[in-house]
């Protein structure tokens, strides 16, 4: 509501905003914050869990990488380079990062490619859709 009043007196809608006078609530301690955490044994039980290319793709990308879910849902093969072993992801806020590919994330990635299961045109996504006819947008949600 804040933005919004603001916006109107810069337009000159309003004179004042009647958001002035009300306080802002506290943010939150980041020690006061609720953080869930994944150990290394959760993560190779989930390892271990996989049972197609589209799983092993995804956790080991969200694993190795520590990229956020949307920049892994929208990582296609064209910003991965095999042979200098980075990835190019597009991050919030529009940033984009080149990271280097860590060696078992590299292996996983080549075992992908041999294997010919996975599609890796470049406009294919790394991470394949599991149901590719409710896709109707050109773009992924991280979802």
Same mark, same amino acid.
């Given at each position: 509501? *804040?933005? !919004?009043?603001?916006? @109107?007196? @810069?337009?000159?809608? @309003?004179?004042?905003?009647?958001?002035?006078?009300?306080? *802002?609530r506290p943010r939150k301690r980041a020690e006061d914050l609720a953080v869930v955490t994944v150990s290394a044994e959760d993560v190779e039980r989930m390892f271990d869990c996989c049972e197609d290319w589209q799983e092993l793709l995804c956790l080991a990308v969200l694993a190795y990488s520590g990229a956020r879910r949307r920049a892994v849902a929208q990582l *296609?093969?064209?910003?991965?380079? !095999?042979?200098?072993?980075?990835?190019?992801?597009?991050?919030?806020?529009?940033k984009v990062a080149v990271k280097p @590919?860590?060696?078992e994330l590299l292996a996983i990635l080549r075992a992908a490619v041999q294997n010919g299961?996975?599609?890796?045109?470049?406009?294919?996504?790394?991470?394949?859709? *599991?149901r590719k006819a409710s896709v109707r947008r050109s773009e992924r949600t991280r979802r």
């Open positions: 509501m *804040r933005g !919004l009043f603001d916006f @109107l007196v @810069l337009e000159e809608e @309003l004179v004042v905003s009647p958001m002035a006078r009300i306080a *802002r *296609r093969w064209r910003d991965v380079d !095999l042979a200098k072993a980075t990835v190019r992801f597009n991050e919030k806020g529009g @590919l860590p060696n299961e996975v599609e890796t045109s470049e406009d294919a996504y790394v991470v394949p859709n *599991r």
